[in-house]
């Protein structure tokens, strides 16, 4: 069964405890997207023709630097430039420069909605915004997403498990807020955000609170008192707040 490759991941992201299943359907899923791309897959064809197309975003550069495969990366990044060179070159040839500049609004970030007919700024827009490594997450990523709805329709004990999970991080969060209208009937879209808002500020609440005694602790009057569950608020509130991924 087709569903069944999803639905095990994500059964078993909400059976282990963290402040965003979907932080860690996430994380294992970037994890083994950079495996894959530094492990021999970059040296066959299909692979490197992809690659050299999209390259890489910063954080996915960033974190394949860190791993010990620096030749592997070179190889890609110097086919990737090659690559984006060529077209470049091209296009500034064909594409006479606009009277009137969409510069600097078309690469600030607040003004940037990707659209021009300046096909330099065309393509410069896109390689800025692709890379290989979030696009292979992204693809997975929604599948995830659908059997979450899949199995709050259909198993029971999902919908238990769900309740018990410590709630998202603000992005996912909003992923689930956004799309659950798409997936779910309006009977089931009611028993749904009746589920998910409590669940999600209630536990905004147990991470303030644990938050505010790790602050205490800092304390001398609280010195000698015991952490509770605070020793960790620090990275779990960050993660609640801000999420483990940029893009998805
Ligand atoms: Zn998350
Ligand atoms: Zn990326």
Known sequence: MKEKIY??????AFQTESECPFCTLYNTLE???INFTLGPSYMENDVRIETNKKGFCLPHYQMMSKEKNSLGLALMLHTHMIHVHKNLNELLKKQKPNKKSS???FFSKKGNTGVTENLVEQYLHEIHNSCYICEQIQNTFDRYVDTFFYLWK?????IDLVKKCNGFCLQHFGVLYSTAPNFLNQIQLSDFYECIIPLQLENLKRIEEELDWFIK???????????KNSKDALPRGILKMAGSSKKV
Request: aromatic share 22%; glycine share 0%.
């Open 7 to 12: 639905t095990i991941p994500v059964l078993d």
């Open 31 to 33: 994890q083994n997207s």
């Open 103 to 105: 510069f600097p609004s």
């Open 154 to 158: 259909k198993d029971k004990s999902f």
């Open 217 to 227: 602790k800092f304390d001398y009057r609280y010195e000698k008192e015991p952490w």
